[in-house]
């Protein structure tokens, strides 16, 4: 709470919080108390426009805790993006949040990949993740693709990035110079040309399979180191 109150100081919002649970995502929501960042004009849009989206589910889905909870904290400003909530549920945020209409948005990684959503903050709840097998912390490219939504286009000369710590998690300066000039993990194409995937392209009668292969992610790196012609 504290946190947020000094960024609406500083003219520092929207801001994005990536938490790496969505348990801790929620749970930031319920910290803020009764704050809020909405007045009564951008509350009636707000209502207006997630009564309009959730109207395309049943009736008892409109009831689901979930659904309550999101409008709540929209109308207040405030939004929680993650993989446990409904698809439609996440775009109502994204499209709020692309409006100016969610403030404070608390949202794991998934949010950063593929969704082009810039802010003018962006605040790091800890450097470190669980992948699955373990805890461990962020890579370079990881914490480049978040940051990376600091600063909108048109709007905004720089973006702010914060890494929030607390007393006893301190990064060490080397760890610290790493995650940010560290380099990026470097891409390996999956594709592989099966007979499956021949037979298929041959029924297409709008594509060749040579213009298919060029398009691959594969292919670019030898097109790079291809002599010019």
């Known amino acids: 709470l504290g946190l947020v109150q000094y960024l609406m100081k500083l003219e520092l919002l929207p801001v994005v919080v990536f938490s790496f649970s969505k348990k801790l995502c929620e749970e930031l929501t319920y910290a ?9 004009k951008e509350k009636g849009q707000v209502y207006q426009f997630v009564d309009r989206s959730v109207s395309r ?11 309550r909870r999101v409008r709540e904290l929209a109308a207040r400003g405030i939004g ?19 409006r100016g209409l969610i403030k404070v948005l608390f949202a794991t990684e998934t949010f950063a990949m593929g969704v082009n959503m810039p802010t003018r903050t962006v605040v790091f709840n800890g450097r470190r993740k669980h992948d699955g ?14 940051a990376g939504r600091a600063g909108r286009r048109g ?8 890494l929030f710590c607390r007393n006893d998690e ?10 940010l ?6 891409l390996e194409s ?14 297409q009668e709008d594509l060749k399979a040579q213009e298919f292969i060029k398009r691959s992610f594969h292919e670019a790196p030898a097109a790079r180191a291809a002599p010019a012609p």
């Open 80 to 98: 929680v993006h993650h993989a446990g909530m409904l698809p439609l549920l996440k775009e109502v945020v994204e499209m709020l949040f692309g």
């Open 190 to 203: 999956r594709f592989r040309l099966t007979f499956n995937m021949l037979l298929n392209l041959l029924r």
């Open 32 to 40: 803020l108390g009764g704050l809020d960042l909405n007045d009564n």
């Open 170 to 179: 301190i990064p060490a300066e080397t760890d610290t110079r790493h995650l």
């Open 57 to 67: 589910l049943q009736v008892v889905d409109r009831r689901l805790p979930q659904v």
């Open 133 to 146: 097998t373990q805890f461990r912390d962020l890579l370079p490219s990881e914490y480049t693709q978040m």
């Open 181 to 186: 000039t560290g380099k990026a993990t470097r």
């Open 155 to 162: 709007l905004d000369s720089f973006g702010v990035v914060i």
